[in-house]
């Protein structure tokens, strides 16, 4: 079965720094392309950031481009999304999501082909 | 960039009734790359429709999805009560997402 379980949300203060992880579990993690998307309470779904199965393809939203990094350690099955810089508009719920099509992006801007996993979420608020 | 507008925002049906829901896309969507997604209050989005057509695992067959170049439509062909939730369509190869439909209880 597969799962994706996101950590490290938490209230932050803006202009501050936070570290997203997901553990992913029950496929073989390095042989697809990850994402991590948001959602703003109450509002719809924004695609934040993408990596191939390598980390030779990288893309991030306009929103975030600068601010955040995300990374991959397939040895550990693991996903990161750090978000330095933050907004008050970055306060959303974060999901990590699986890329169903395979290793690489569908772009250079590592945009995803579709997703078809996603974890519960962790909450991220930005507020002083 | 690729704009996917859906309608309408809000459906409202009775259970056993026929949902049609539109997303349009701003360009030519090349190859069918669209696919459709459930998300019910408190979780996460589902995968319902990949490749504009193809049902996910474990998709009932009363999901169907259809379309091509820039107009495609999500049908629940009779709605079930676990079907009331709100449905995205997102493009491959871009960063967008529709906007949502929510189908709601009549």
């Known amino acids: 079965e597969v799962q994706l379980v996101e950590s490290g949300g938490g209230l932050v203060q803006p202009g501050r720094s936070l570290r997203l992880s997901c553990a992913a579990s029950?496929?073989?993690?390095?042989?697809?392309?990850m994402h991590w998307v948001r959602q703003a309470p109450g509002k719809g779904l924004e695609w934040v950031s993408g990596?191939?199965?390598?980390?030779?393809?990288?893309g991030y939203a306009d929103s975030v481009k600068g601010r955040f990094t995300i990374s991959r350690d397939n040895a550990k099955n693991s996903l990161y999304l750090q978000m330095n810089s933050l907004r008050a508009e970055d306060t959303a719920l974060y999901y990590c999501?699986?890329?169903?099509?395979?290793?690489?992006?569908?772009?250079?801007?590592?945009?995803?082909?579709?997703?078809?996993?996603w974890g519960q979420g962790t909450l991220v608020t930005v507020s002083s | 960039e690729i704009v996917l507008t859906q309608s309408p925002g809000t459906l409202s049906l009775s259970p056993g009734e026929r949902a049609t829901l539109s997303c349009r896309a701003s360009?030519?969507?090349?190859?069918?790359?669209l696919a459709w997604y459930q998300q019910k209050p408190g979780q996460a989005p589902r995968l319902l429709i990949y490749?504009?057509?193809s049902r996910a695992t474990g998709i009932p067959d009363r999901f169907s999805g259809s379309g091509s170049g820039t107009d495609f439509t999500l049908t629940i062909s009779r709605l079930e009560p676990e079907d009331f939730a709100v449905y995205y369509c997102?493009?491959?190869?871009?960063?967008?997402f529709g906007q949502g439909t929510k189908v709601e209880i009549k």
């Open positions: 999501a699986k890329d169903g099509w395979g290793p690489i992006c569908s772009s250079t801007s590592c945009y995803p082909y579709y997703f078809d996993y």
């Open positions: 029950g496929f073989t993690f390095d042989d697809y392309a």
């Open positions: 990596i191939s199965w390598n980390s030779g393809s990288i």
């Open positions: 360009q030519s969507v090349s190859s069918s790359y």
């Open positions: 490749g504009a057509s």
């Open positions: 997102q493009q491959y190869g871009s960063s967008a």
